[in-house]
């Protein structure tokens, strides 16, 4: 089983970067598919990124799409999502997620694994 724990959280500007990492503990990650997952206040979770077991398959929702970039390094064990110009609207607690199917885990499906999150608040 494979446990899982996100940081690099915080409080940044409107417009600033920030980079959130996902460890990954127990067995390899590397036949797993990787995704990225976010929850604003009052809100229900939502998808935001995805990343297959090799790095070779992206996806991400319209939202984030050409702001924010998944990565992972297997060897590392750990997954990446570099966000760039970041929005108020972007303020939530993010979750790492891991599945067994890259053609699934967007629609949050097959999830066998969650991290517990991490705040990242962006104030305009």
């Known amino acids: 089983q494979v446990q899982l724990e996100e940081s690099g959280g915080g409080v940044v500007q409107a417009g600033d970067s920030l980079r959130l990492s996902c460890a990954a503990s127990?067995?390899?990650?590397?036949?797993?598919?990787m995704g990225w997952f976010r929850q604003a206040p009052g809100e229900d979770r939502e998808f935001v990124a995805a990343?297959?077991?090799?790095?070779?398959?992206?996806s991400y929702s319209d939202s984030v799409k050409g702001r924010f970039t998944v990565s992972r390094d297997n060897a590392k064990r750990t997954v990446y999502l570099q966000m760039a110009s970041l929005k108020a609207g972007d303020t939530a607690v993010y979750y790492c997620a891991a599945g067994d199917d890259y053609g699934t885990i967007a629609a949050g499906e097959g999830i066998n694994v969650w991290g517990k999150g991490t705040l990242v608040t962006v104030s305009s």
């Open positions: 990343i297959s077991w090799g790095g070779s398959s992206t």
């Open positions: 127990g067995r390899t990650l590397r036949f797993v598919a």
